[in-house]
């Protein structure tokens, strides 16, 4: 009898902790959301834009960090990798079409099929973003293509479609410190990982975040250490935001923390 109702009562909670997990992304709230991080970008690219001599400044001290530790291999990859035509187009694609795009199904995606992950991986997106906007302020830092290093920003020669998907007004062309476009697309690779049953998905899932690295570098947008910056951050975020989900008893139903619903 008193097993009995332990087990009712076991599952009972059972119910009551995973229902709230459920319920549908209300889009209102989540439009209000990103337009408020637009803003707080906005505001921060007007304080960068004219760093020019600290950003150029700040890429010297970069490529003399890779080149004591054994990391400085940018020029060396776009020529040997990204010489041809074809594959240098195929980074590009990756560039412009792995992030965006890719961010932006795949968040439909979770918030119908998968809320839980959805509200990890936006406030993830969040978090670490939020933290990006102040090392772009505090560490403006001049991309490859803009260090006077030899090497050609093959997305912007190259490929009409980068100022169509991400126009100049969107972009700030010092905020290469950490990487998000790594970082932003390692998190939808994490969450397609956790969310997808499919192996194909899966598979999309991880090779996304590697080619989204070879194509930072080999477009001359990023630093590899940039990369490493970005990868970093956005993993720490996504297992800060789990641990702190799996500590909660009713999980992220019960933590209103960074705006969730």
Not at 176 to 192: E, K, N, Q, R
Request: charge should be positive; glycine fraction near 8%; include cysteine.
């Amino acid at each position: 009898m008193a097993s009995g109702l332990a087990v009712t009562r076991l599952d009972a909670m059972t119910i009551t902790w995973e229902k709230p997990a459920l319920r549908p992304v209300g889009l209102g709230r989540q439009v209000g959301i990103v337009t408020a991080a637009v803003a707080a970008y906005f505001g921060v690219r007007g304080a960068t834009e004219a760093a020019t001599d600290q950003a150029l400044a700040n890429a010297a001290k970069v490529v003399d960090f890779e080149k004591s530790v054994g990391l400085f291999h940018e020029s060396w990859l776009q020529s040997t990798l990204a010489g041809s035509p074809a594959v240098a187009t195929f980074f590009n694609w990756i560039y412009i079409y792995g992030h965006w795009p890719v961010i932006v199904a795949t968040l439909i995606w979770l918030a119908r099929t998968n809320p839980a992950i959805y509200y990890r991986t936006r406030n993830a997106m969040l978090l670490s973003g939020g933290i990006g906007l102040v090392v772009f302020m505090l560490f403006p830092l001049a991309p490859p293509r803009l260090a006077e290093l030899g090497l050609v920003d093959t997305v912007t020669q190259s490929d009409g479609a980068y100022r169509v998907l991400q126009p100049t007004m969107f972009t700030n062309q010092y905020a290469a410190m950490p990487s998000l476009h790594v970082g932003w697309d390692l998190l939808i690779g994490l969450a397609i990982l956790a969310a997808a049953r499919g192996p194909l998905l899966r598979a999309f899932g991880a090779a996304m975040p590697v080619l989204m690295v070879a194509a930072v570098v080999l477009t001359a947008n990023h630093y590899i250490v940039d990369a490493i910056a970005g990868a970093a951050l956005t993993t720490t975020c996504w297992l800060v935001l789990r641990a702190r989900e799996r500590r909660s008893p009713r999980g992220y139903a019960g933590w209103d923390g960074l705006a969730l619903r």
